[in-house]
Structures are given as C-alpha cells and as structure tokens.
C-alpha cells in the first residue's frame, strides 16, 4: 500500500504464457502456433492464418479465422446489428489464449508503459 504522498506508481506483476520462452523468435512462435492449431480440438471448417510484423515499436502476432460456416459465426439482432455468436466468440477466445501462450507481458497502461514478445489480435476474416 502506498503512502497518501508517494508518487510512485505500483508495478505490476509481469504475466507470462505457459509457453513462453525468453529466445523464441516472433517467426519460431508462428511456426509453433500453427502446429498448436493444427493440433488443437477445433473444428475442421475452421482455417486460420498466422501473420508476423515487425516494426520500429516491436512485432506483432496475428491470428485471421479466415474460413468459417458463416451461418455459425454471425447473428443479427432484432435491431439489425451483426454479432458474433456464443459459439464463434468461444473459438475465438480458445484462439486467443493459444496465441497469448507465447507472450508476456509487463506494461502498464496506467504510466504509458508498454513492454511485451508482441503485440497482436485474433480475429474472424469471413464474410
């Protein structure tokens, strides 16, 4: 707990992936997520692309659904709203957490501090 007159912002606790490894390069860990999905319990009509950037700031790790049924991964509202279903949001979100296996995470957003392996998202491509 902070004194009422310290200035000092609490860090917080780095959070690592069950995965990840400090000499893992960005391309090394695409190359083992596609072996992961590949492996995983996801259904066969699902296709998936793993993309890698790097840049100035770091690198990036993005994982595109590219090929679902889209009857499965959308619902309208009454409102006429597009959403993810229930179903598509958990493949999504199972996705996700394979990706983020890999990575860690120091930043904190509350001082502008950012200190990850990289950057990225997991998302659906489809129509």
Do not use: H
């Amino acid at each position: 707990m902070l004194a009422p007159n310290d200035t000092k912002t609490p860090q917080l606790a780095p959070v690592y992936g069950g995965k990840y490894q400090p000499s893992l390069d960005v391309a090394e860990i695409a190359r083992r997520l596609r072996k992961d999905l590949k492996e995983a319990t996801l259904p066969t009509a699902l296709k998936c692309a793993v993309r890698i950037r790097r840049f100035a700031g770091g690198q990036s790790l993005n994982v595109a659904i590219t090929a679902a049924p889209s009857f499965i991964v959308w619902t309208t509202l009454p409102n006429g709203e597009r959403v993810y279903t229930a179903l598509a949001r958990r493949w999504r979100d199972q996705i996700e957490v394979m990706r983020q296996a890999y990575n860690f995470d120091k930043s904190d957003s509350q001082s502008d501090y950012y200190n990850t392996n990289y950057y990225g998202n997991t998302y659906y491509e489809v129509a």
